[in-house]
């Protein structure tokens, strides 16, 4: 059996194959659990990609930052599954300008962006599914370590510090509906969001050597594994947290 068996699970932020979510939806199914999918934009292509899990999943479109989408999420979920174990937050973007070394010129409007798209989007997927959580469940975000300064990172890492903020407030306002919201803090992997990232290849250099246990940054497994093992029935009294999935790089100095 399992770790997720019988559990209802939403994944959103499936591009590719390489994408963190595809691991997490792929992962999920083999521990038993029923699939929904979210995409955005380009909805042929999170099909086509779909086809490639264990069992077929439907792919609903959501763009976080339009609001009849969330509104409507919970209903057109619900044609699917008649509520949700678990709901996983894969999301990520930030404009050109606002990564790279541009830090002192971003202008408000390409951070306000960052911001809806990577923050508060955390906030509005998690009420969105409010209505099919009635039993209670797990929320899980994708987090990139914001406890320091990174090269290139920029507004994106200001983002991803709102991100484990946001995370410890809606760890304390849903935990009366017995909800439990977690982040995974993944080191760097090779996908679309980190394509996009000028000068990615700073942390591609640095973190195989940095980690204690070494780093492989095509392997999303790892990190998916903890987002699994988050949504399962054995972290039934952890809210709030960050788990750290980066080959230990968060932990040395230097
Ligand atoms: N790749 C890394 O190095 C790394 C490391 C740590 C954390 N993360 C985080 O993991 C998450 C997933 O990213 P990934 O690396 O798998 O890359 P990815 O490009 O495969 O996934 C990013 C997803 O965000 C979606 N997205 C962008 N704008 C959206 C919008 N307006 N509405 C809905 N969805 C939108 C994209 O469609 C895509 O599916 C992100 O939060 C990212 O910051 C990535």
Known sequence: MGILEGKRILVTGVLT??????????????????????????????????KRLPSPAPVLELDVR??????????????????????????????QSAMGGNFLNTSWDDVATALQVSTYSFKSLAVACLPLMKEGGAVVGLDFDASKAWPVYDWMGVAKAGLE???????RDLGKQNIRVNLVAAGPLRTMAARSIPGFKEFEDSWPEKAPLGWDLSDTVPAARACVALMSDWFPAT????????????????
């Open 17 to 50: 194959d390489a994408s963190i979510a595809f691991s997490v939806a792929r992962l999920a199914q083999e521990e038993g659990a029923t699939v929904v999918l979210t995409g955005f934009g380009r909805l042929s292509l999170v099909e086509r990609i779909a």
């Open 66 to 95: 339009n609001t009849e989408h969330l509104d409507t999420l919970a209903a057109r979920v619900g044609e699917h599954v008649d509520g949700l174990d678990g709901v996983v937050h894969s999301i990520g973007f930030a404009p």
């Open 165 to 171: 903020s946001c995370n410890r407030y809606l760890a």
């Open 239 to 254: 809210t709030g947290e960050i788990v750290h999935v980066d080959g230990g790089v968060h932990a040395i100095g230097g």
